[in-house]
């Protein structure tokens, strides 16, 4: 059979790294004993009165096609929000809604880049960044953050990266898989880059709600950015609502309106229940994030706590979310063959980081999304393979 080439350019280096942790769902849809740290979705119900949100809007009909962009009241939300957080004035003119931010990040780079393009991305980056970037024939040029320096900014290494057919720098902060939240300084550098070159800015705020250590630093609170930046951000993480797939994009008017003509294409809108989810959740539901928050936060200290004590391992304290990078090549194995005998060992998965950027080999990832029993029981499992090393 002949496919287009998009196949092959969305596929990405890093499809391969998922093999374990598929291989260990489908173990643990048998109730085999596993326990998966290799995904972030969160183990939290989505508050019940988000759940009763939606069922009275799809009980009074709420069920039919709505606007491409997302209802207005909800758009108004996003942009109240955003404002509050960042000092950027935007409206629900400058809001799309889309499925997840994932699908945010696709229709950018789409409307963005053409072939022949150049997209910087910080590495380690999320594993899709690869495969989207690649999808309109863009090339994807990786700026690799140093583990020596804590993975975090390279200013140097940004600017020498930048060439006459860089169109965007595509970045997330707080990070995944690092969870490093990028400060002042680094937002401002970027930002300065961007205004003198006329660059994009694809900033994914997926986590920003979960910081832990110091405050949220926005790059659309950097002055004259209005026309440079896109901020993504989603209802999955913050409200444990992965499974509603609600994300959006805010930017200038005419990217918005952009965006509108490939969702017309794609999504044909959102369904209407979910958004009013969204909006009540948004407006009542902070003390839940708060709770969620303080609870990553307890969970991240458990485990940083108990790496540290085993031999071989060296985890990196993230500043925000809900993922932790463990360098365990002092394990005398590579974060392939400890990702692989670990799991085979004690039924305990967590995700090889090179998936994330040849930067990040060495590495795993190990997700504190289940409860903190579940989470302790691993640490025991993976302290006594360590030990058997």
């Known amino acids: 059979m002949k496919f287009s080439s998009l196949i092959d350019r969305v596929q990405g280096e890093a499809a391969d790294a998922w093999d374990l942790h598929y291989l260990a769902r489908q173990a643990r849809d048998r109730n085999e004993d596993v326990i998966l740290l290799s995904v972030g979705d969160p183990d939290f119900a989505t508050p019940e009165p988000v759940v009763e949100k939606a069922l009275q809007a799809m009980r009074e009909g709420d069920t039919h096609y709505t606007s491409i962009s997302g209802h207005e009241s909800l ?65 994807l040029v990786p700026v690799v953050l140093d583990e020596k320096n804590g993975f975090r900014l390279d200013h140097a290494a940004l600017e020498a990266a930048v060439s006459e057919s860089t169109r965007a720098i595509f970045y997330a902060s707080p990070s995944n898989p690092t969870g490093i939240a990028l400060n002042q300084q680094e937002l401002g550098f970027i930002a300065e880059l961007a205004r003198r070159h006329d660059l994009w800015i694809v900033a994914d705020e997926v986590y920003t709600d979960f910081v832990f250590d110091g405050e949220m630093h926005h790059i659309a609170s950097q002055p004259a950015m209005y026309e440079h930046v896109i901020t993504l951000g989603s209802m999955s993480k913050s409200y444990a609502m992965s499974g509603w797939r609600l994300g959006w994009a805010i930017a200038p008017t005419e990217m918005v309106e952009a965006m509108e003509k490939l969702a017309l294409c794609m999504l044909y809108g959102l369904p209407g229940f979910v958004q009013q989810a969204s909006e009540h959740a948004l407006r009542h539901c902070d003390a839940d994030v708060r709770r969620m928050r303080d609870i990553y936060l307890q969970r991240r200290d458990l485990l940083f706590a108990a790496f540290s004590s085993m031999p071989g391992l060296q985890p990196l304290l993230p500043d925000a979310g809900m993922f932790m990078l463990v360098n365990v090549l002092g394990t005398g194995l590579s974060s392939h063959e400890f990702a692989s005998e670990l799991y085979h060992a004690t039924g305990v998965s967590v995700l090889d980081a090179t998936a994330f950027g040849a930067s990040a080999a060495g590495y795993v990832r190990v997700s504190y999304t289940v409860g903190e029993a579940e989470l302790t029981e691993a640490c025991r499992r993976i302290g006594h393979f360590v030990e058997s090393l």
């Open 75 to 139: 758009r108004e939300c996003i942009a109240e929000r955003h404002h509050a957080r960042t000092g950027q004035v935007v409206s629900a003119a400058n809001v799309i809604t889309t499925s997840g931010a994932q699908n945010a990040l696709f229709n950018c780079s789409l409307c963005l880049l053409d072939a022949g393009d150049e997209a910087i991305v910080l590495q380690p980056m999320y594993v899709t960044y690869e495969a989207t970037v690649q999808a309109p024939g863009a090339k």
